[in-house]
Each structure stands twice: as C-alpha cells, then as structure tokens.
C-alpha cells in the first residue's frame, strides 16, 4: 500500500467519516485540510482521538475516548458497507454533510 494513498481515496475516506459524523448526529465535518494533517498518522483510531482531544476535548468531559472513537468507527464501517465507497464507480463524488447535519443535535 502506498504511503500517501491517492487524492481520490482520501476524498472518499473523508467524506465516509463526515456521513458517519452525520449518522451520529455530530455537527462536525472535516474539511480537505484538516483530513490532510489528520491522514499523516497511518491509524484511523490515532486519527480520531488526536481530533477529539485537539477540536472536541468537551465531548471527552462526558464521554469516554475510546467510546467515542469507537461508535465513530463502527458508524464508517456501516457506511463503508453500504456505500461501497473503496469500490464506488462514482469515486469523484463529493459528499458535503454539513448542509444535513442542520439541527441536529449528537452526542
């Protein structure tokens, strides 16, 4: 595997972690940049918690981190699964979750 995998897999990864975000009512995405600086650690879990503890430390007030990262996880697997998104024939689409997440209320 590559060690910076291509522009089109990290825009579906980013884009599979912003729909999990939304299916967990978290009113957060990430944007190209921030997954670019988070990307740099090669684990999905050191992702996570280095974003929780950097931009959602309050959550870690009230929930536990492994919690956290943990249902977010599971929530992109799930989308991982239903979409396809490794595999999606429709690779270059763009997926903005911010415009679904008005209102919600989350974690």
């Known amino acids: 595997m590559a060690l910076h995998p291509p522009a089109e897999h990290r825009e579906i990864e980013r884009s599979t972690f912003n729909a999990a975000f ?3 009512g978290l009113r957060w995405q990430w944007c190209s940049d921030t997954y670019a600086s988070l990307a740099t650690q090669a684990c999905e879990r050191e992702r996570l918690m280095t974003y929780l503890q ?11 981190a492994g919690f956290l990262t943990d249902a977010i996880l599971s ?3 799930r989308r991982d699964r239903a979409l396809g998104a490794a595999s999606s024939p429709n690779a270059g689409t763009r997926l903005d979750w ?8 989350g974690f």
């Not at 931009?55 to 009230?62: G, I, T, V």
């Open 22 to 24: 939304h299916d967990l």
């Open 54 to 64: 950097a931009e959602q430390a309050h959550l870690l007030r009230a929930y536990d």
């Open 98 to 105: 911010s415009d679904t997440c008005a209102g919600q209320v």
């Open 75 to 77: 929530a992109k697997q």
